[in-house]
């Protein structure tokens, strides 16, 4: 059964993922 | 290095890496290119057309570097959730004949995140860790799609490099589709026969227990009859004498794993010792091809590039800076280990041929310092060999070809995107030293493409240098090395430079799972491998689509030459250029002190 860890973990995978869309943008706008 | 049979075997191994790259660039052109035509198409077309069918993709479509950069990354967090729930629960999934227990979730998440990086660093043992569908399912179908993204990635900026005025780099899904059903899959078909043939497993069975021919006595901590270890009242373990006369050996679908592991730069074994155990690399000819298959790809591109835009003379210069690299590193890594090391030399306890601590004796000294120098100018990181029981020098050049930033042909996609990062960087050089606009095949490389090379380059020396010195000054760090001083060092900098460069080798006396179950390294190692995989790559599309949109300039007496040699020379100058500058400081810390004690009398 998925516990808190889990919880965490998925949660910062999808926080790295998230900065990374974010840096999509900043890429973009670093001229 | 006095061994013909060796000069021989290198010589070989340059020629059929030659022969296959022209080939397989023209093949690689027509799976790259959307309307491409391959001899596949009766076979491949209708799955490719059904899986767009079913995904809902429209392959006439194409994306800006945007939109391409939120496609891989959203089918990047996918497949990371997915791995990460595969490993957590193997224990209630099928084809666990050995009762494999769940992973650890921390562990979960590092292999997660390694093999969907295309690093497959291995924080455990294969054959007592994963069960046959974490193997399959969990972790080999990622060595698929990571390779995939990673020559998708190449072929964009080789897009954005060929077009002019364009506002589109591809469709992430219809080239990670191509590239999978075309390329990847059917050549891992055979290499898995041909593996088969040379006396690799490919099976489903349970472990076999073997009796042994030598019995021997161990040392081991007493159980009571719970399982529990048994310790004295003053908590020392209590140890008895045990007979171990049976051998438990692994079994498992490991051709079929193998194949891509190798083809596709991945480089995580299926059991712990990887392509030194014999199962796992069964010849010297099974050992011959999978270093060959190791560059095919990454070779293979430098002549897709060439093609791409119209120019084969450059492909065929950014091909010979590679090879002027990869051979020196051959040479460096041989001749260190083949001079051995002069304390074991003078115990009179060293092998006759050179070093031989950490080898596997049937590959011997040539074998393996040139897997390890392939290995890791790829972002593959398979072994052979035990990179940490190489002599300091010998191990320096796997840890520098890492931090080069694996362009030395280097991974599937990864070494070409990385390597014409280099090539922007050395034009804008050349261009200031000349006094002239730079451009790059009649672009102008302007403040923007710079500002986006940089952020490619600091992300892997703020993330190496920055995880290297976090780790040595922390009780959590320190606790995982098994060798003190600059080898203990080297360590620690080996693995955030194999993460972050997603190549996944180890200086395996690095424990990253300790026994007390810290998470830290597992933890700041998967971060490491995702900002050198992601953080790297999205600005490589940026640059992408920046070129891609500029208009051509009409080439002139005055524009800079990127054929011949002087353009190779100035690359391999670059390349090394950066590196050294931004790890020599470490490096003199780690290997380079070490050599210099080494030849002092100490070792550590």
Known sequence: VPDMNDLIYVAISVAFFAIAAAYVIFCGKVR | ?604
């Open chain 2, 1 to 604: 290095m006095n061994n013909q049979n060796a000069w021989l075997q290198f010589a070989l191994y340059i020629a059929a890496l030659l022969l296959i790259t022209k080939p397989l660039g023209l093949y690689l052109m027509q799976v790259l290119d959307a309307r491409g035509r391959t001899w596949l198409d009766p076979v491949a077309g209708p799955i490719e057309r059904l899986t767009y069918r079913i995904c809902g993709i429209n392959p006439g479509i194409e994306q800006g570097w945007k939109g391409y950069a939120l496609s891989m990354l959203g089918f990047s967090l996918v497949g990371m959730l997915f791995t990460y729930f595969i490993l957590r629960f193997q224990d209630h999934l099928p084809l666990n004949p050995q009762a494999m227990a769940g992973l650890p979730p921390h562990l979960a998440f590092n292999t997660a995140a390694s093999f969907i990086t295309n690093t497959n660093w291995q924080s455990y043992g294969g054959e007592s860790t994963m069960s046959y569908f974490s193997q399959m399912v969990g972790l080999a179908i990622h060595n698929f799609t990571s390779a995939a993204t990673g020559i998708a990635i190449a072929a964009a900026l080789v897009r954005g490099i060929a077009r002019h005025s364009a506002r589109t780099v591809g469709n992430f899904w219809v080239d990670v589709t191509r590239i999978t059903y075309y390329a990847l899959v059917p050549i891992c078909v055979v290499f898995a026969l041909f593996l088969v043939s040379q006396g690799m497993i490919q099976n489903f069975k349970p472990y076999t227990t073997a009796r042994t021919f030598e019995p021997y006595t161990a040392q081991v901590q007493k159980t009571d009859a719970a399982g529990n270890p048994v310790s004295t009242a003053d908590g020392k373990p209590v140890i008895v004498d045990q007979v171990v006369d049976t051998q438990t050996i692994p079994q498992g679908p490991m051709a079929s794993q193998v194949a891509i592991k190798m083809l596709g730069t991945n480089g995580g074994g299926f059991v712990n010792t990887n392509a030194a155990h014999p199962f796992e690399n069964p010849t010297p000819l099974s050992n011959f091809i999978q270093m060959l298959s190791i560059f095919a790809i990454p070779s293979a591109l430098t002549y897709y590039l060439g093609r791409m835009v119209k120019n084969q003379r450059h492909g065929w210069a950014v091909w010979g800076a590679m090879f002027a690299m990869f051979a020196a590193g051959v040479l460096v890594a041989w001749h260190s280990e083949a001079a051995g090391n002069p304390i074991h030399q003078g115990m009179g306890v060293a092998a006759a041929d050179g070093n031989m601590e950490g080898k596997e004796v049937r590959f011997g000294i040539f074998n393996s310092a040139l897997f390890a120098t392939i290995t890791t100018d790829a972002s593959c990181g398979a072994v052979n060999a035990m990179h940490d029981s190489f002599t300091p020098l010998g191990g320096l050049v796997p840890l520098f070809n890492i931090e080069t930033g694996e362009v030395i042909f280097g991974g599937v996609g990864a070494g070409l995107y990385g390597m014409l990062v280099f090539v922007v960087l050395a034009v804008f050089i050349a261009g200031l030293m000349v006094g002239r606009t730079p451009e790059y095949l009649g672009k102008k490389i302007e403040a923007y493409d710079v500002k986006l090379v940089m952020l490619v380059l600091m992300a892997l020396a703020t993330t190496i240098l920055g995880f290297t010195a976090w780790a040595c000054v922390t009780a959590w760090g320190q606790a995982g090395l098994n060798n003190s001083g600059p080898h203990g060092f080297s360590e620690i900098l080996y693995a955030y430079s194999s993460s972050v460069g997603n190549n996944g080798s180890a200086f395996a006396g690095l424990t990253a799972f300790p026994s007390d179950g810290n998470p830290h390294w597992d933890i700041t190692l998967a971060t490491a491998m995702l900002v050198g995989r992601f953080m790297m790559i999205v600005p490589l599309l940026a640059l992408a689509g920046n070129l891609a949109g500029k208009k051509l300039i009409p080439a002139s007496v005055g524009t800079f030459k990127v054929e011949g040699l002087t353009f190779a020379a100035l690359l391999v100058g670059t390349v090394l250029l950066v590196g050294a500058l931004t790890f020599l400081p470490a490096l003199a810390m780690g290997p380079i002190v070490e050599h210099f004690l080494m030849r002092a009398g100490t070792l550590f």
